[in-house]
């Protein structure tokens, strides 16, 4: 495995991917011949029509979910040959995932949260406190670490879970509408971190989301239909 | 992932205490019990054997199967001697010879038994039940079982006539001088009984430095069965030992029929506790399917998210077995000091009954097993119980899990 993320080298290349799903016995089409390639550095929005296969582009490039058929490469690692357990060892390593639900575990402290993942790695406990306060610091959570998400707000909340994804330095951050369940103040902000992100630290980002205000904020619109890659504004330029 | 899984305890804390309770009351109650039980078991065995018939007897073999008179332990001062080097091991010599007890005109058939009544007063309880008179002190002098002293009508200080047949058929008589009447509630020894000093009834007998049984007493029951084996190497040619388990098989069958009804009755509690647990984290499942789904999207195999559960399950039980054995430690601690007076549990007439001698008060006994047991069987218990809804982990798909509702 390689962890190259040089421009030669694309962080995500997708190629004729199709993703379909059995419902009671119909076959529902949820990607159908997606073709993307993301080189590192990009902040990329995912848009479209619910039930486009945003959701489910972003699952299979995290490696969350499978694909029926064509190839998706990731950092330079090709999911297709990979089974369960080095599919979450991928994840564990290559992706950070932000939620629209923020999906930070209850009964821990934002700092821990943080923590978490970099004990899933085997980081040790002084190296894992370090770099959680600096995650933390770096998202203007300096002063918030010793609090559970029930007493963070929702904008809050979102910038710890973005904490957590970009502790592990992953190549990439994948993000499902992260900001549906902000205001659009909150939702500015945290726009703002992500730019932030990718342009201070080189973070490549792909967001799915129907806000124009995240488009916006983004460096390449990318627009999904019927499971496919509609319209893309690398293309058009 | 000590510290996510203590907090996930507190999660909900009524559920945690309801479910730790369970397991601290099961751990409780049979601890407890089986302290009862051990403690019990060693007044019975202590007060059965201490009445009459030792805690061992080492005799010729062909003596076990059929007591006839010649069959005599020969040597028996030597043999004495060279047991009693064993640490905390008592020996007593004893013969015992069928004999017609007379007195005037009357006659009985009897048991002359002749006893080291120093050594023997100092061991056994069956002389403490020494209703007229007194243990004899003279080799001539005898003490006799009540119904026999009824039936021939004797008195302490009347004459008696022992006659038998001793060694080689010669006729052995002797005559006794009665110092005392002992009744010890049980028929047979009452009517049959004629305790003599040993010396007095060898010599009528015709028996020379000969016994037909070595009675044995061990200061601590738990060491019988080290000094027993010490007790066969000095044991030469047809000579064997026989445990209290052997003399009163009725003894070990009892306790161990009591043992099999308890335990029944522990395995049925444990169960019990074991199927609330069960309960318990398939709500965990339920509820938390979602967070389980978001550790395997952030990078966990699902065995570590069964490792975590089963974590959490091991403090669980944890807690519930320090919370059990908090309580139960100083009770039995308490009780194994003062007792438990048994005539609140009827507990003397069914010793009566039992013709084992008197003890009015169950002293519970704290022994390894009964304090590890019932945690050891709570540990595996629930993390067995655990799994059962812990391994559907490996189900579960975290797209699907995490989807928004
Ligand atoms: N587990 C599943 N089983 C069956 N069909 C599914 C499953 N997941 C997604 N689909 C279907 O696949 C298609 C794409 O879904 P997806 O969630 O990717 O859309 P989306 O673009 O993210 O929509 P939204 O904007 O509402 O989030 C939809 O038709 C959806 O019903
Ligand atoms: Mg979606």
Redesign the pocket.
């Known amino acids: 495995m390689s962890d190259n993320t040089a421009s030669d080298t694309p962080v995500v290349y997708c190629q004729d991917v199709q993703r379909i799903?059995q419902?009671e016995s119909v076959p529902?089409y949820?990607l159908r011949g997606a073709n993307l390639t993301i080189t590192a550095g990009e902040f990329v929005s995912l848009a479209?029509p619910?039930?486009?296969?945003?959701?489910?582009?972003l699952n299979v490039i995290g490696g969350l979910d499978g694909f029926d058929a064509g190839e998706v490469t990731v950092g330079g690692t090709s999911l297709g040959a990979l089974n369960a357990s080095e599919l979450a060892q991928m994840r564990l390593e290559k992706v950070g995932f932000v939620f629209q639900a923020y999906n930070l575990i209850p009964v821990l402290s934002a700092r821990e949260n943080v923590e978490f993942i970099l004990q899933l790695q085997g980081v040790s406990s002084q190296e894992r406190q370090e770099r959680a306060n600096s995650a933390l610091q770096s998202l203007g959570l300096g002063d918030l670490g010793d609090r559970r998400p029930g007493e963070l707000s929702g904008g809050q909340q979102q910038r710890v879970a973005i904490a957590r994804a970009i502790v592990t330095e992953p190549v990439l951050l994948l993000a499902d509408?992260p900001t549906a369940n902000l205001d659009s103040k909150t939702t500015s902000e945290l726009l703002e971190v992500l730019q932030q992100l990718n342009q201070q630290q080189g973070m490549t980002i792909v967001t799915?989301t129907?806000d124009p205000i995240v488009m916006s904020y983004t460096s390449r619109q990318v627009a999904?239909m019927d499971?496919e890659i509609h319209q893309d504004s690398a293309m058009a330029s | 992932m000590i510290r996510l899984a203590w907090r996930n305890l507190q999660r909900n804390k009524s559920r945690t205490w309801l479910t730790a309770g369970g397991i601290g009351f099961s751990v409780l109650l049979v601890s407890f019990a089986m302290s009862m039980q051990s403690g019990s078991y060693e007044i019975m065995i202590d007060s059965a054997t201490r009445y009459f018939s030792g805690h061992g007897q080492v005799s010729d073999a062909s003596y076990i199967d059929q007591p006839r008179f010649e069959r005599t332990v020969p040597n028996a001062t030597a043999l004495q001697a060279e047991l009693e080097t064993i640490d905390g091991l008592s020996v007593m010599p004893r013969v015992q010879a069928f004999a017609v007890v007379s007195m005037g005109e009357k006659s009985l058939g009897g048991m002359a038994m002749g006893v080291d009544f120093a050594a023997e007063t100092r061991f056994l309880d069956i002389y403490d039940n020494v209703i007229e008179g007194q243990i004899p002190r003279a080799s001539d002098e005898a003490l006799i079982g009540s119904s026999m002293a009824r039936n021939l009508g004797a008195r302490v200080g009347d004459e008696l006539i022992v006659l038998g047949s001793g060694k080689q058929g010669a006729v052995a008589a002797a005559i006794f001088i009665i110092a005392g009447i002992v009744e010890t509630g049980q028929v047979e020894l009452d009517r049959t009984l004629v305790f003599a000093p040993i010396a007095g009834v060898a010599e009528a007998f015709y028996l020379q430095d000969e016994a037909h049984m070595l009675l044995l007493m061990v200061e601590n029951l738990s060491q019988l069965g080290a000094i027993g084996a010490q007790i066969e190497t000095k044991l030469t040619g047809p000579l064997a030992l026989q445990t209290w388990q052997e003399l009163m098989p009725m003894i070990e069958q009892s306790i161990e029929l009591d043992k099999a009804g308890a335990q029944l009755f522990y395995s049925l509690l444990l169960i019990l506790v074991v199927f609330a647990v069960v309960n318990t984290f398939v709500m965990v499942l339920f509820e938390r399917t979602r967070e389980f789904g978001l550790f395997m999207a952030l990078g966990m195999r699902p065995w570590q998210v069964i490792g975590q559960v089963q974590f959490e399950a091991l403090l669980l039980s944890l807690l519930g077995i320090g919370l059990g054995l908090a309580l139960a430690l100083p009770l039995i601690n308490y009780l194994s000091a003062v007792g438990i007076p048994l005539e609140y549990m009827g507990g003397e007439e069914a010793a009566r009954q039992m013709q084992m001698g008197s003890f009015d008060r169950l002293f519970p006994k704290a022994t390894l097993a009964s304090l590890l047991t019932a945690p050891m069987v709570m540990i595996v218990g629930t993390q067995l119980a655990a799994l059962v809804s812990t391994v559907r982990v490996r189900g579960i798909h975290p797209?699907?899990a995490l989807r928004v509702e």
Do not use: F
């Open positions: 799903y419902q529902v949820a479209g619910s039930g486009s296969g945003k959701s489910t582009l509408e799915a129907h999904m499971g | 797209v699907s």
